[in-house]
Structures are given as structure tokens and as C-alpha cells.
């Protein structure tokens, strides 16, 4: 009786470890190829280093400036793990002064084989000024270096920016935002909103460009290009 009930005990136990095994496995599977490629080079999944910061990837859907989908499997935001955790300070930073709210990344690591499909895309069209050419080194995105970011309500929802993430002219200039609002462009909210992003990633160590309020490099150009490598 005594062995039998062991005996049970032992076939539950192993149907749980089979049990385990497949989970494990279909969990696994549901991250991408190239999730777990940059995984492997050393890179740093943003959600599982701070699953407060919200994560939604804009060229993994074809409502971006290219109009194609250009992540065909990431769905996941990977950076170099120094921009990481000065993203992690940024948000540490953000939700001491607005507990409100969170950053939400737009996009992150960009491998150069999906920096050369949005060349293609936009190379001898007036877009070209926006897009960094594979055959000059690429871009900190290329790097594992940079963000494109905005800030979000505790629910997801996006505040006021003035304009759309990857709007392509004055209106997404950080340097004239004055003027923007005194000529309508901007509302004084977005102007604020974007004051407080630029606040939040600066203390964190990231660089705002001058011609795209979502966009923070966390080193310089040369920096990046003597001391990182670029993801394939
Ligand atoms: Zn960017």
C-alpha cells in the first residue's frame, strides 16, 4: 500500500516536471529569433530590466513613417546595457517627481539589417534627411545606444506631445518651442510634456536631438563609434 502510494507520488511528480518542461519551452518560443539573438550578444530586454517602463515597438506595426512593417519578429525593446540603466534612472527619476506616470519606449537596439530595409525605403525621397545611411556607419539606434520615447499614463496612454512620434518637420524641434506655441503649433501642455521628458533623460545621462523631441542618444557619435559595435 506504502509503495503504491510512492509510487503515485512519483508519477505526479514527473507528469508536473513534463508539465514544466513544456511550458518552459512554449514560453520560450513566444520571444522572437531576434530577441534571442540580441539576448545572446549581450543585450538587455528594457521590460525584463524594468517592466514598469512601457514597451511599444512602432516598427513592428505599419502605422510608422515608412508605412511597412519593418520588425518582422521583434516585438521586444533591447538595449546596450549602459543605455539601460540609464533608462532605468530616467524612469527612477520620473516617477519620483510624477508617480503618474512612466516612459514608454517606441523603439530601441535597431539591427543594421532593418536600418538598411528603412534606407531603402526612403533613400531619393525628401525623407532621406531622417534615416541614417547603412554606408555611413548608421545611427546610435544601430548601436544599441539610442531611444525613441514619450511619456504615458500608468494605463499606456500617451500624453501630449505636440506632434506624432515620427513627424517629419519644425513642429518635432526642441529648439524653437517657444515659438511653436506663441504660433499654435504646440500647445503650452506639450511644450511642458516635452520639458519634463528632456528633464527626466537628462538626469538619467541621455542627449536629446535637436530635431526630434522622442529621440536620446546615450553617448556621442564618435563615442559610439571607437568604443560599441554595431548589431548586425
Ligand atoms: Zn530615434
Known amino acids: 500500500m506504502m509503495m503504491k502510494k510512492i509510487f503515485q507520488r512519483l508519477q505526479m511528480g514527473s507528469l508536473l516536471l513534463l508539465f514544466g518542461c513544456v511550458f518552459s519551452v ?31 515597438l512602432m516598427y513592428s506595426r505599419a502605422d510608422n513613417f515608412c508605412g511597412v512593417v519593418l520588425y518582422d519578429d521583434l516585438k521586444e525593446a ?3 546595457p549602459e543605455a539601460m540603466a540609464a533608462l532605468k534612472k ?10 503618474d506616470l512612466s516612459l514608454k ?3 530601441a537596439a535597431r539591427p543594421m539589417r532593418i536600418q538598411q530595409k528603412m534606407w531603402d525605403k526612403v533613400k531619393h525621397t525628401n525623407k532621406d534627411i531622417y534615416v541614417s545611411n547603412p554606408a555611413h556607419g548608421g545611427g546610435m539606434h544601430n548601436y544599441g545606444m539610442a531611444v525613441d520615447i514619450t511619456l ?19 513642429a ?28 527626466v533623460m537628462r538626469h538619467g545621462g541621455f542627449i536629446p536631438l535637436r530635431t526630434e523631441w522622442w529621440h536620446f542618444n546615450k553617448c556621442s557619435r564618435a563615442t559610439a563609434k571607437k568604443y560599441y559595435k554595431v548589431i548586425p
Open 26 to 56: 512554449s514560453a520560450a518560443d513566444k520571444e522572437s529569433a531576434t530577441a534571442r539573438r540580441l539576448a545572446r550578444e549581450g543585450y538587455v530586454n528594457i521590460q525584463k530590466e524594468d517592466p514598469s517602463i512601457h514597451v511599444s
Open 90 to 99: 530616467a524612469q527612477a527619476y520620473l516617477k519620483q517627481l510624477r508617480p
Open 105 to 107: 519606449v517606441y523603439d
Open 152 to 170: 504615458c499614463t500608468l494605463k499606456g496612454d500617451t500624453l501630449d506631445m505636440g506632434t506624432k512620434i515620427d513627424y517629419m518637420g519644425m
Open 172 to 199: 518635432a524641434h526642441i529648439d524653437h518651442e517657444d515659438r511653436l506655441v506663441s504660433e499654435k503649433k504646440i500647445s503650452p501642455k506639450a511644450r511642458e510634456n516635452r520639458q519634463l521628458l528632456r528633464k
Open 78 to 80: 533591447f538595449l546596450h
